[in-house]
C-alpha cells in the first residue's frame, strides 16, 4: 500500500486548487477542439487522469506518474494531438525526483527517456503511409532534442531540489546533535563541579566542626575561629552552589523535584504499564529524609523499573526500601523465568551507568547484576543521622 507523503493544510489546498483550475481549463481547450463524441469522451478521460496527477504529484508522486501515463496511454490510443493538458507532465516528472522515493526517483528519470523517444515517433508516425524522408528524419531528430531537454530539465531541476533539502536535512540533523552534546557535557560537567563543591566544602565544616567540639573547653578562641571558617565556608558553597543550579536552569525545563510522595505515583504508572510490582518499606523513613536522598531514590528507582519493564521477560518486580538511621538501601529484583538467560541482562548499559552516577553523587554507592536467577539492583545512599 503507497504511503502518502505529509503535507501541510496549505500545501494539500494549493495542490487542489491549482489542479482544479488546470483541468477546467484543459476540459474547455479539449471540448471546443473536439468533435466527435468519442474523441469528446477520450479527451475528458484524459484531462481527468492528467489533472488528478497534477493534484496529487507531492502528495504520492509514484500514483501521479501511473496517473500520467495512463492519460497519455489514452490521448495516444484516441490519436489526439498534443494539448496544454500534457504540461502537467513536467509538474509530475519535477515531482518524482524532488519528493519520490528511491524508486519513484529512478522511475521519474527513465520516464523521463522514454517520453523523449515516444513524443517525436508518436507525431512524426502519425498518418504516415510512406518510408520518413530524410526531412522527415531531421524532424524527428529536432523534436527528440527538444522534447528530451524539456523533460529532462524537469526531473534535473527536482533531483536538484531534492538533493538540496536531504543537505538541509542532514546540517539540521547534525547541529541537533552537536547542541545535545554539548548540553550532555554541560550537565555532566556541572554535576561534577556540584559533587566536588559540596564534598569540599563539608569536609572543610566536619573536620572544623569537629575541632571546635574538643577545643570548646580548653581554647574558647580557637572555637569562635573554627565557627567563623563554617560560616566563611558555607556561604562560598552555597553561592557556588547556587550558581551552578541557575546554570541547569538555562538548560533544563524548570519545575519540582520529584520527593517521596511522587513513589506512589511512579509506581501505579508502572503497574499500568505491565509490571506487578511487589513493594516492602521497611523500616519506614525516620521523619522527613534530606531531599537529595528522596531524589536519588527516586530516579534510582525510576531507572530501574525502567529497565525492568524494557528488558526484563518477567512481570514480577520486588522492591525493598529500609530507611535507617544513617542510611537508606534499596533493591529491585526482577524475576526472571528458567527460559530466560540472565546474561540477557543490560548490567553494563546506559541506565545503570546513569544509576550508579547518581548514587556515586549522592555519596553512595550501587551494584547491578545477576543473583540467583534475577536481575538485581541495590544501593546503599547516606541520609545522615536523624534523618
Known amino acids: 500500500m503507497a504511503t502518502l507523503r505529509p503535507l501541510k493544510r496549505y500545501q494539500l489546498t494549493t495542490d487542489l ?28 478521460l ?32 484516441l ?47 502519425r498518418g504516415m503511409s510512406e518510408p520518413p524522408t530524410a526531412e522527415v528524419w531531421f524532424v524527428a531528430g529536432a523534436l527528440l532534442l527538444a522534447a528530451g531537454f524539456a523533460l529532462m530539465l524537469s526531473w534535473v531541476s527536482g533531483a536538484l ?6 543537505a538541509a536535512e542532514n546540517s539540521r540533523a547534525q547541529r541537533l546533535a552537536e547542541a545535545e552534546t554539548i548540553a550532555e557535557q554541560q550537565r555532566v560537567r556541572i554535576a561534577r563541579d556540584m559533587h566536588d563543591v559540596v564534598a569540599h566544602s563539608l569536609a572543610v565544616v566536619i573536620a572544623q566542626a569537629d575541632g571546635a567540639r574538643y577545643a570548646a573547653a580548653t581554647d574558647p578562641a580557637a572555637t569562635s575561629d573554627a565557627l567563623a571558617t563554617i560560616s566563611t565556608t558555607a556561604r562560598a558553597a552555597l553561592t557556588d552552589v547556587r550558581l551552578l543550579l541557575t546554570q541547569l536552569r538555562h538548560s533544563q525545563a524548570e519545575g519540582p523535584q520529584p520527593t517521596l510522595a511522587d513513589l506512589e505515583e511512579l509506581f501505579a504508572r508502572m503497574r499500568a504499564a505491565g509490571l506487578a510490582l511487589d513493594v516492602v518499606v521497611d523500616p519506614a523513613p525516620p521523619g522527613e529524609p534530606p531531599a537529595a536522598a528522596q531524589l536519588a531514590v527516586y530516579r534510582i528507582l525510576q531507572e ?16 525493598q526500601l529500609g530507611w535507617f538511621a544513617d542510611r537508606v538501601v534499596l533493591s529491585v529484583r526482577n524475576a526472571r523465568s528458567t527460559a530466560s538467560p540472565v546474561s540477557t541482562s543490560p548490567a553494563s ?38 534523618g
Open 17 to 44: 486548487v491549482i489542479a482544479g483550475a488546470f483541468g477546467l481549463l484543459s476540459l474547455v481547450v479539449e471540448l471546443v477542439g473536439s468533435a466527435a463524441s468519442t474523441s469528446i469522451a477520450g479527451g475528458a
Open 46 to 77: 484524459m484531462v481527468i487522469a492528467f489533472t488528478a496527477a497534477l493534484a496529487v504529484r507531492r502528495l504520492q508522486p509514484g500514483i501521479a506518474l501511473c496517473l500520467a501515463w495512463a492519460g497519455a496511454a489514452l490521448q495516444m490510443a
Open 79 to 125: 490519436g489526439m494531438t498534443p494539448s496544454p493538458t500534457n504540461l502537467s507532465i513536467f509538474a509530475v516528472l519535477y515531482a518524482t525526483a524532488a519528493y519520490g522515493s528511491t524508486r519513484v526517483f529512478w522511475s521519474g528519470f527513465a520516464s523521463a527517456i522514454a517520453g523523449a523517444v515516444i513524443v517525436p515517433a508518436y507525431l512524426v508516425g
Open 161 to 166: 531540489v531534492r538533493t538540496a533539502m536531504r
Open 304 to 319: 530501574a523499573l525502567t529497565n525492568a519493564l524494557r528488558h526484563g521477560v518477567d512481570p514480577r518486580v520486588h522492591v
Open 349 to 386: 548499559g546506559h541506565g545503570v551507568i546513569g544509576m550508579r552516577e547518581r548514587a556515586q553523587l549522592a555519596g553512595g554507592s550501587l551494584t547491578a547484576g545477576a543473583e540467583y536467577g534475577e536481575f538485581v539492583v541495590k544501593a546503599t545512599l547516606p541520609i545522615g543521622a536523624g
